[in-house]
Antibody
Framework: EVQLLESGGGLVQPGGSLRLSCAASGFTFDNYAMNWVRQAPGKGLEWVSAISGSGSKTYYADSVKGRFTISRDNSKNTLYLQMNSLGAEDTAVYYC??????????????WGQGTLVTVSS | SYELTQPPSVSVSPGQTASITCSGDKLGDKYACWYQQKPGQSPLLVIYQDTKRPSGIPERFSGSTSGNTATLTISGTQALDEADYYCQAWDSGTYLVFGGGTKLTVL
C-alpha cells in the first residue's frame, strides 16, 4: 500500500524558513517523480514543485522559484521541500504527491494527508 | 502562463448526470486529469489521461475531451459524490496547472 506522510509544517514568521519532509513507503521510491502541491485555506490546488525519480531534474512554479528548493534522499525514501523567505501568501496545506513515472509531468496518483504551514507574526 | 477554467459550481439531482467542464488553450493537445476532494480530505485521482479510470474508481465516473474542453461526467450521481472537483494538465511553459475547482452539489 502506497503511503505518503508529510511532516515539518507549523507556524513561522514572515521572512522565515521551514523544511517539509515526506516519508514514502509501499513503492520503489526512486522509480517515481514526486511533487509538492499546496492549498491555501478555502482556496484551490496549486502545484509547487516537482523532482524526477533520480533527483536530476527539478521544476518550480513561478510563485516559489528562487525561494523554495525540492530535493529527495532515495536512500531514505524521503522527499523534502526547503522553504525560505516565507510570506503570508505561502500559508497553505502542503501535500506530497506521487507521479506515475520516473519522469515528471502528467498527473498525481497518490497524495499524502498534508501538513499545514502558517506564516504569521 | 497557462490557465484552466472551470465553472465555480454545478448542481445535480441524485440519480442524474453531472457534467463538469474544464477549458484551456489547446487542451485537446494535452492530457487532462480530474481529482475529487471532499472536505478535510486529500485529493483523489478519479480520471487520468483524459478518459482512464484508476483502479477502485466507480464506473459512473468518466472523462472526455473535445477541442479545448475536457469534461468529467458522473452518471447516476450519488450524495457521496458531493465534493470539489479539479482538472489538471501539463503544459511545457507553466508545467503542471490546476483549474480553479468546481463545487458539485447534489440536491
Amino acid at each position: 500500500e502506497v503511503q505518503l506522510l508529510e511532516s515539518g509544517g507549523g507556524l513561522v514568521q514572515p521572512g522565515g524558513s521551514l523544511r517539509l519532509s515526506c516519508a514514502a513507503s509501499g513503492f520503489t521510491f526512486d522509480n517515481y517523480a514526486m511533487n509538492w502541491v499546496r492549498q491555501a485555506p478555502g482556496k484551490g490546488l496549486e502545484w509547487v514543485s516537482a523532482i524526477s525519480g533520480s533527483g536530476s531534474k527539478t521544476y518550480y512554479a513561478d510563485s516559489v522559484k528562487g525561494r523554495f528548493t525540492i530535493s529527495r534522499d532515495n536512500s531514505k525514501n524521503t522527499l523534502y521541500l526547503q522553504m525560505n523567505s516565507l510570506g503570508a501568501e505561502d500559508t497553505a496545506v502542503y501535500y506530497c504527491a506521487k507521479g506515475p513515472y520516473s519522469g515528471t509531468g502528467d498527473y498525481f496518483d497518490y497524495w499524502g494527508q498534508g501538513t499545514l504551514v502558517t506564516v504569521s507574526s | 502562463s497557462y490557465e484552466l477554467t472551470q465553472p465555480p459550481s454545478v448542481s445535480v439531482s441524485p440519480g442524474q448526470t453531472a457534467s463538469i467542464t474544464c477549458s484551456g488553450d489547446k487542451l485537446g493537445d494535452k492530457y487532462a486529469c480530474w481529482y475529487q476532494q471532499k472536505p478535510g480530505q486529500s485529493p483523489l485521482l478519479v480520471i487520468y489521461q483524459d478518459t482512464k479510470r484508476p483502479s477502485g474508481i466507480p464506473e459512473r465516473f468518466s472523462g472526455s475531451t473535445s477541442g479545448n474542453t475536457a469534461t468529467l461526467t458522473i452518471s447516476g450521481t450519488q450524495a457521496l459524490d458531493e465534493a470539489d472537483y479539479y482538472c489538471q494538465a501539463w503544459d511545457s511553459g507553466t508545467y503542471l496547472v490546476f483549474g480553479g475547482g468546481t463545487k458539485l452539489t447534489v440536491l
